[in-house]
């Protein structure tokens, strides 16, 4: 930021800040633009530490590679191996579901699953079409892109922010959805128009210069659409009842244009912030074909001789020269030995598994605590968001028990496609999970029906919902991490005990991320080929 100069830094610093709790952290920086005190670009920071490991490290050195079990074939374990394969190291990889990938699940027709509630589910999608249970989108600073580069891994761009999707607050008072657009409009415009009349009336005089205050009210004629007047009164930010066309169709603007009492009563300015989170900006992207086309690459990269699954671990024992790895696959009982083991499940799992590791790693596991989300598929049999609603992609958020309505960003124009109903988290999604799949079909739908018609029903074709806090080897969405993973009670599972390393999002900044995942491995992988150079 510019150094703010004559001691006005106090006064301006307040004054940002009353923007920022007015308009939201876009209006706020974008206010500090026009008074000159933010960059226009700044380049973009990547994780650069780390460097893939190669043969030729072991051939100088003249050692034979080590050889390293990893429990959990989730994307962290999924990684370690595969970056450790780079060097030669002899990986196995057990993982106690049917499939790799961990919470990375792309559920396609003809997938079953059975929650710990005893619901079963088969999805009967039509071919070509999918929904991501779990992680969905890519934001193009994380290096999962990277992976899905150098693995071949195919992405396309995931509409996270569409300004023709819904904004819905019933408790509010609103009876009808209002377009995202418009409800940006009005509150951008309004809190333009109190900054400009208050900037205008000198009551920004002792925090502003008066060349500041010419430049703000500039600005903010524009940002709010005012005009010379400084009044807001809406524009074609806000939309057309009838969208401008051929010569004798010039348009006509959406009308009846609210209060600013009605506009911030109705609460829709807090959806906003949501598209400048770092880790929500647009672009992002989405692997074509379903996000679970990165474990399956990863798992060819690995060689699936090299993974195990099916296979439940029973007990993790350091034996001072090794560790040795027992576990069930099917009515038998084996057991791996390595040298190394990296424990790559979740955290809540992994404190179940008895080990000799000792308190310290068992208190920092407990410490680290699940958290619950859901979401269900809705197929239909026509795409009548983007016919009748002109909505492609994106998401509408609202207040209900859903929380939030994904519009896929795949399959345009196609005959079907599958709404993402509810993505929802901690109680609703517990309320949720304790219903039939059929029973939590039927209230998402009927949700939906408020927001988009009766065709939110009648041409619906088929359902899948899955809930990860009941799902079998994992149990969570992701997790609490109090005090961040640098915190001093979390050392014990930072660094390795005896030959055990640790490694998943949880240990990570970016957790739910597949980026915390892969970073997380990075740095578990850099640590155990270190420690295996200088032995």
């Not at 969208?243 to 609210?258: H, K």
């Not at 001789?305 to 009982?333: F, L, N």
Request: proline share 4%.
């Amino acid at each position: 930021m510019t150094q703010l100069q004559n001691g006005s830094g106090g006064s301006r610093r307040a004054f940002l800040r009353n923007v920022g709790l007015s308009g939201g952290a876009g209006a706020m920086f974008a206010t500090m633009g026009a008074l000159g005190l933010a960059p226009t670009a700044q380049a973009a920071q990547r994780e650069r530490s780390f460097q893939a490991l190669r043969p030729g490290d072991f051939a100088l050195t003249g050692r034979a590679a080590a050889k390293v079990v990893i429990v959990g074939g989730g994307i962290a374990g999924l990684a370690a191996a595969y970056e450790l394969g780079k060097a030669g190291y002899d990986c196995t990889v057990l993982e106690a579901r049917d499939r790799t990938g961990g919470r990375n699940f792309t559920v396609r027709g003809g997938d079953s699953t059975t929650d710990l509630y005893g619901h079963r589910q088969t999805a009967r999608f039509a071919d070509g079409h999918y929904m991501n249970a779990g992680p969905a989108r890519l934001p193009q600073w994380m290096v999962t892109l990277d992976y899905c580069r150098e693995l071949g891994v195919p992405v396309e761009v995931f509409t996270n922010v569409n300004a023709d999707a819904y904004l819905y607050n019933e408790s509010a008072g609103m009876t009808a959805p209002v377009r995202y657009r418009t409800a940006k409009a009005d509150v951008y415009g309004y809190v333009s128009e109190l900054l400009a009349k208050a900037t205008d009336k000198g009551a920004l005089d002792e925090e502003l210069t008066a060349a500041d205050r010419e430049r703000l009210v500039e600005f903010l004629k524009d940002y709010g659409e005012l005009g010379d007047t400084l009044k807001y009164e809406g524009g074609e930010r806000r939309g057309y009842t009838t969208v401008p066309g051929a010569a004798g169709t010039p348009g006509v603007l959406l009308g009846d244009v609210p209060t600013a009492s009605e506009v911030f009563a109705s609460g829709v300015g807090r959806y906003f912030s949501f598209e400048f989170g770092f880790d929500q900006a647009m672009l992002m992207f989405q692997p074509v074909g379903g996000m679970d086309q990165i474990p399956k690459a990863l798992t060819r990269a690995i060689g699936a001789h090299r993974v195990r699954t099916g296979a439940v671990v029973s007990d993790i024992t350091d034996t001072g020269s090794g560790v040795s790895v027992t576990y069930t696959q099917g009515s038998r009982r084996r057991v791996v030995n390595a040298d190394y083991c990296i424990g790559a499940l979740p955290p809540n799992i992994l404190a179940k598994i008895p080990h000799n590791l000792g308190s310290g790693v068992q208190s920092a596991l407990e410490a680290i605590t699940p958290s619950s989300a859901a979401k269900i598929g809705l197929e239909y049999r026509s795409r009548w968001w983007e016919l009748d609603h002109r909505i492609y992609g994106g998401i509408t958020e609202t207040d209900q028990d859903v929380a939030h309505i994904w519009h896929p960003s795949y399959g345009f124009h196609g005959e079907r496609g599958i709404v993402i109903g509810y993505y929802n988290y901690s109680a609703n999604a517990d309320s949720y999970a304790r219903l039939t799949p059929k029973e939590r079909e039927k209230r998402a739908v009927a949700v939906g029906v408020k927001i988009y018609g009766d065709k939110y029903r009648t041409e619906l074709a088929s359902s899948f919902s899955h809930h990860w806090r009941q799902t079998p080897h994992l149990e969570a969405a992701w997790h609490s991490t109090p005090g961040g993973p640098d915190d001093a009670r979390y050392k014990p599972l930072n660094e390795p005990t005896g030959r055990v390393y640790f490694a998943g999002d949880w240990l990570s900044y970016t957790d739910a991320w597949q980026h915390g995942a892969f970073t997380s491995a990075r740095r578990a992988v850099t640590a155990l080929h270190a420690r295996v150079l200088s032995s």
